[in-house]
């Protein structure tokens, strides 16, 4: 029952779902509640006691997919497989002796609902923290200079380097040595826990590497306990029925943990965490939604939310693990499901015992039974045999996540024959009016414009000058400046601005963004000397006009998705600014960290305090933004993760979403949201305020679609 899960690196940067649709289509708002076929509309406020039921096209799926995938599904050895969106069951069938309430038990899919889930209990009543270091927990390891390092992260991420109790080429029931009785239950010093800390050796250097550890979730266990002693419920199995199985509505008949068993070492309660669990469909389901939720349960929060984020989110590990579960995103940008949006977490056990839980399509998915196909790598058969067919049921995988613009009623792009590409092989161009009336753009991975200079550069800078009809394009040399290295291994330009003479550029894939300026026209480049470090890994500037004229304020803004790479989607956008004088400077700039009472933006020197501008889980990317001075409007452009199995990056397939709103801060509203652009957008795009006419209604998108410098006229229709 304990097979190894083995993970599958897939690297690539296919995101979202593969969709059936009909080109563009603009989208606003999100789906707020179910309407069952009783009727009965579920508001997400409204207190949660039993799942509601559906059919599938009334939760934007398909039936006929459904079935078909459940037959397959049932030849292959499945005993139950529910599927739930916006709290209503849409699919749900079972074998004969099965129904929601028959508990089954869960293998290894035991570390997260046991594992991970107390662990998040124990982390929100401040017990202990990811960082701490295990032997703050385990005395034993004081002495031993490798498991003296080991944390609680790399204890509940499989990447403490301690040995597994199992082999490859044997099952666990053949093993001896400490290895087979790790599985036999023995008494003390036997028992798995005492194996686990004493006899299991530590094979990797700590956080190095990932080595699936059923001995390390055993430690994990362990230390969950140890933080624990004088609570009122010392073991894991009382903390989860208290603080967690109770509060949602799952009965005592459809849980059990631990082998049933508690075990007594060194005075501590020992239950195990790695496997030995039963829950039914409906417990494991509830426990996702939980999780789905993070952490609140009727208006009741269980678990603290900023926890559950971080236990549902990579862990910043070399693996696809957050804490006790997995997730969909590593911390490279690879995807362990690549037809699942970026934010999908799953816990999973031999015999494909599986919950899957994506929050932004309200989605929970559980089944259980025996193994899918032995022929086939775990997550594999996983991938192929129920993720992807489950994916194509969707009919319309994305929403726009702000409701329609009061003031835009329409933006229409003049037809594909009339795009304009020129600099083909090269990326990026960010773009900025500067004061010699001409536009400053930087390329990406390419040549520049013709004549094309004679190395590729994955960061070069070159000037526009002319109307969007006739303009001409000429690189600029600079070896100040200029950077090699394809991909993520050069810096790239996310940001440029022109303010006061002096040109400004932001670059990533710099750890995370470093800043350089040219008070030359981009001739020669001084890079600052500090970085960010936290967020901000992509960050763009906002442009007003010719030379930063008609700008707000005194200061300059700028915006990132908030993540450490600019090849990782994160669910926020953030915001900060820097007084026009004193750009250079790091300790000049203000981190946006919310509204007061009056809608008034609030801000803060310290960069940790940093609050989100903009939400879209799991689709906050690459973004440009420019102030439509004429109607008063800013516009910000913002790529979606690629959708579809053609699609790898949106070079060549894919969408955006275009956003306005009043103020720098908000609130934002939709004016245009495709997952399917009639061409590919390329990964980023923006309006130049020089190329927007008088009265603000007509514009030129300067695009990156099929690496070139990618032009196309578009037009506004204004509620008046």
């Known amino acids: 029952m ?10 690539a940067t296919i995101l979202m779902l593969t969709i059936s649709g009909d080109g563009d289509r603009i989208m606003a708002g999100a789906q707020n509640h179910a309407k069952p076929d009783n009727g009965k509309v579920i508001d997400r406020a409204e207190a949660f006691v039993d799942w509601a039921t559906a059919t599938p096209e009334n939760q934007g799926m398909r039936s006929a997919k459904l079935e078909a995938l459940w037959a397959d599904l049932k030849a292959r050895h499945t005993s139950g497989f529910v599927v739930i969106r916006n ?8 074998t004969e002796g099965y129904t929601r309430t028959t508990k089954h038990g869960t293998a290894s899919l035991a570390k997260a609902l046991v594992g991970g889930t107390s662990l998040m209990v124990a982390m929100s009543d401040r017990r202990l923290r990811p960082d701490d270091r295990a032997d703050k927990y385990i005395p034993q390891w004081r002495t031993d200079a490798r498991k003296q390092a080991i944390t609680i992260r790399q204890l509940a991420t499989h990447t403490s380097g301690i040995e597994d109790a199992e082999a490859d080429d044997l099952p666990h029931t053949k093993l001896t040595g400490w290895k087979g009785d790790f599985w036999k239950s023995l008494a003390p010093p036997h028992d798995p826990f005492t194996l686990a800390r004493d006899a299991a050796p530590v094979l990797d250097l700590p956080g190095t590497q990932e080595r699936y550890s059923n001995p390390g979730m ?9 933080s624990l002693k004088g609570a009122p419920d010392p073991d894991l199995r009382t903390l989860l029925q208290h603080r967690v199985l109770q509060p949602i509505g799952v009965p005592a008949s459809e849980w ?7 075990v007594q070492v060194d005075g501590l309660p020992l239950v195990a965490d790695w496997g030995g669990a039963a829950y039914s469909a409906n417990a494991t389901a509830r426990v996702g939604r939980l999780m789905l939720r993070r952490g609140d349960w009727n208006g009741k929060q269980l678990i603290d939310a900023a926890v559950v984020q971080a236990a549902t989110r990579n862990a910043g590990v070399p693996n696809h693990s957050g804490l006790g579960w997995w997730v969909n995103c590593a911390a490279d940008g690879s995807r362990r499901w690549p037809s699942l949006p970026p934010d999908a977490f799953s816990g999973a056990g031999a015999g494909h015992q599986f919950l899957l839980v994506v929050p932004s399509l309200n989605l929970i998915v559980v ?5 899918l196909d032995a022929n086939l790598d775990f997550n594999a058969a996983l991938d192929t045999l129920l993720v992807q067919p489950l994916m194509q049921a969707f009919v319309a995988p994305a929403v726009a996540p702000y409701p ?3 003031v835009i009623t329409k933006l229409t792009f003049a037809p594909v024959d009339t795009i304009v590409r020129v600099a083909p092989d090269n990326d990026c161009w960010p773009i900025t009016w500067g004061d010699d009336d001409n536009l400053f753009t930087a390329f990406g ?8 200079v004679p190395e590729k550069l994955s960061l070069g800078l070159a000037k526009v000058s002319g109307p969007p009809s006739r303009f001409q394009g000429v690189n600029i040399r600079s070896e100040t400046l200029e950077q090699t290295g394809n991909g993520a291994q050069g810096k790239k330009a996310s940001g440029i601005l022109m303010v006061d003479r002096v040109l400004y550029l932001w670059a990533r894939n710099a750890g995370n963004s470093q800043l350089a300026w040219s008070a030359d026209q981009g001739k020669s480049w001084t890079w600052a000397d500090w970085k960010f470090t936290s967020g901000f890994g992509c960050p763009t500037f906002l442009n007003f006009g010719k030379n930063y004229a008609g700008a707000r304020d005194g200061d300059v803004y700028l915006y990132s998705p908030d993540t450490e790479t600019a090849y990782l989607p994160a669910d926020h956008m953030v915001l900060a600014r820097v007084p026009r004088y004193r750009i250079r400077e790091r300790a000049a700039y203000e981190f946006f960290t919310g509204l007061d009472a009056h809608g008034e933006p609030l801000w803060s020197k310290e960069i940790s305090q940093r609050q989100p501008v903009f939400t879209h889980v799991g689709a906050c990317l690459r973004s440009q933004i420019v102030y439509n001075a004429a109607i008063k409007r800013y516009l910000w452009w913002q790529q979606l993760p690629g959708t579809g199995k053609e699609a790898a990056d949106t070079r060549f397939a894919g969408g955006f979403g275009i956003y306005d709103a009043p103020e720098p801060w908000g609130p934002w509203t939709t004016v245009y949201f495709t997952d399917h652009w009639d061409v590919g957008p390329g990964e980023s795009a923006t309006f130049p305020t020089k190329w927007i006419s008088r009265d603000g209604k007509t514009l030129t998108l300067v695009f990156s679609g099929n690496d070139s410098f990618s032009t196309r006229k578009a037009t506004l229709q204004l509620n008046h």
């Open 445 to 452: 991975d390419g040549y520049g414009f013709a004549p094309r």
């Open 367 to 371: 089944r259980n039974g025996t193994l």
């Open 256 to 262: 059990s943990c631990g082998y049933d068993k508690t």
């Open 404 to 406: 329609p613009s009061p």
């Open 87 to 94: 709290d209503a069951v849409v699919f749900e069938r079972y």
């Open 218 to 226: 055993a430690m994990l266990s362990y230390c969950i306990t140890a």
């Open 2 to 11: 304990h097979t190894r899960i083995r993970h599958v690196r897939i690297l």
